[in-house]
């Protein structure tokens, strides 16, 4: 399946379309949960995963998984993915982000500087139904909240929620202009507002600040150290490891592909910058074990740093479900997603193919980034942030999905929203199961882990 462009044909024939959907797959019936009688072992799904990564790392990850059953729902978006293959759809495509839960949203900074709330990882980005970006977004909802010591009726109202914030502002978008759509963003001085607490403000202010504060010059003294009066990445293995000759040489020479794939103007800016060192780094829970690096230039001098993280880019979750996508490259995939979900991309935003064909994306190590930790949140802190991310998903498909038809699907009453949220607390005890195997296995000594990393 692919993310159609809007036909062009008028706003009541889109609107019929997306009624029409709804003869595929009712509304009502997305509150059902059964696992198919040939539902693949979730711990095997995971392990024919980490097949081509880095062996040595996915100790690393299972240890990071094991963790809570967040933790898991994380890195398990290839279970999700086969799951939600197994159930009918609506056929109603956009650009999925393939891993929509709650901690995928996050601040970043704009272009121009401005501090954006928004998707923040698009390693499973890739055409689909739109309900299964809500789905995996309620399903995290439901799963935060249980975590959180909520009961069931309040994880199923907070996913709702999410669901609810995304149904509404589909619709709203619907009735908007393409350019009117294309420019919308959450700022994060429009976060304030909506909290209601002093003291939740004031953490939520203290935390964009924080975010203001992670950029490329506060990683210089956080990730490196002076060596022969030079800059060095540190040595903090198994996280951070600095990489040998060989690989520094196949660095610089796939960074002149990277370079390629830039804008003219950004071409010129990089070429202000020299390479200085690289390094292996691990990042986040999904993506332990695949190859990523992060390399730090410098510009004006030693005090004008810049890093770039390269990451390894691979078949994403949901093409192993649908039918090619238009993107033959893993790592021009992952860019293009980002540009079409993001409302401000990152101006180093690039990709190529590196060593023995694999494909590699590049970015901003850290460009103003924060994300906020979901256990420190109350029940209500926490349905207004799954409102805002349910908000924020539904303008990143309106930029590339129809939105006149999904808005048409869902509708005006809260059936969508009420069948989602079922949805969502069954998927969580779904995943609490699959948690519970994958600690077993740990215990059992059939999964190696190392906890704590």
């Known amino acids: 399946m692919t993310a159609p462009e809007p036909r062009a044909t008028t706003p009541e024939a889109r609107a019929r379309a997306g009624k029409e959907a ?79 839960h709650l901690s995928n949203f996050g601040l970043f900074a704009s272009p121009e500087r401005a501090l954006l709330f928004d998707l923040d990882d698009f390693d499973e980005t890739c055409p689909g139904p739109f ?76 935390r964009l600040d924080h975010a203001r ?33 060989p690989d520094t040489a196949a660095l610089r020479k796939i960074f002149g592909d990277y370079r390629s794939t830039l804008a003219e103007e950004r071409r010129l800016l990089l070429d202000r910058y020299r390479f200085v060192d690289a390094a292996r780094k ?8 695949t190859r990523c690096y992060v390399v730090l230039l410098a510009g004006r001098d030693a005090g004008d740093p810049l890093f770039l993280q390269i990451k390894e880019a691979v078949k994403s979750v949901v093409e192993e479900h649908l039918t090619t996508g238009p993107y033959l490259h893993p790592g ?12 401000a991309g990152d101006i180093f935003l690039g990709w190529m193919t590196g060593p023995r064909g694999r494909a590699f994306y590049w970015r901003q190590l850290r460009d103003m980034k924060g994300s906020v930790d979901l256990t420190a949140l109350s029940p209500a802190e926490l349905r207004a942030y799954a409102r805002l991310c349910g908000t924020v998903l539904a303008r990143a498909h309106a930029r590339s999905g129809d939105r006149i038809a999904i ?24 995943n609490a199961r699959d948690h519970a195997a994958l600690v077993a296995a740990v215990d059992s000594g059939v999964i190696a882990a190392t906890p704590g990393v």
């Open 213 to 245: 504060r992670r950029t490329s010059l506060q990683a210089l003294g956080k990730l490196t150290e002076v060596v022969d009066g030079e800059r060095r990445i540190i040595h903090d293995p198994p996280l951070l490891e600095p990489v040998g000759a």
């Open 407 to 430: 808005a048409a699907y869902l509708g005006g009453s809260d059936t969508f929203d009420r069948a989602v949220a079922d949805f969502a607390l069954r998927y969580a005890a779904q």
């Open 131 to 206: 309900e299964w970006d809500v789905k995996r977004l309620a399903a995290s909802a439901a799963v935060a909240a249980r975590e959180n010591g909520a009961t069931e009726n309040a994880a199923r109202a907070t996913a709702q929620e999410a669901v609810t914030a995304y149904r509404t502002g589909m619709r709203r978008l619907a009735g908007l202009g393409e350019l009117a759509v294309w420019y919308e963003h959450v700022d994060a001085h429009d976060l304030l507002p909506l909290v209601r607490s002093a003291g939740t403000r004031k953490r939520v202010a203290a």
């Open 22 to 100: 709804r003869k595929r797959a009712s509304r009502s019936s997305h509150g059902a949960w059964i696992p198919s009688a040939d539902r693949p072992d979730p711990v095997s799904v995971l392990e024919r995963q980490g097949a081509d990564r880095l062996q040595d790392l996915l100790p690393v990850r299972y240890g990071r998984m094991s963790a809570s059953p967040f933790a898991f729902l994380r890195g398990a978006a290839a279970v999700m993915a086969g799951d939600l293959a197994a159930q009918r759809h609506t056929g109603l495509g956009v650009q999925l982000c393939g891993d929509a």
């Open 282 to 289: 691990v990042v986040g829970v999904g993506s332990v074990g």
């Open 332 to 343: 021009h995939r992952v860019v293009a997603g980002q540009r079409l979900l993001q409302a």
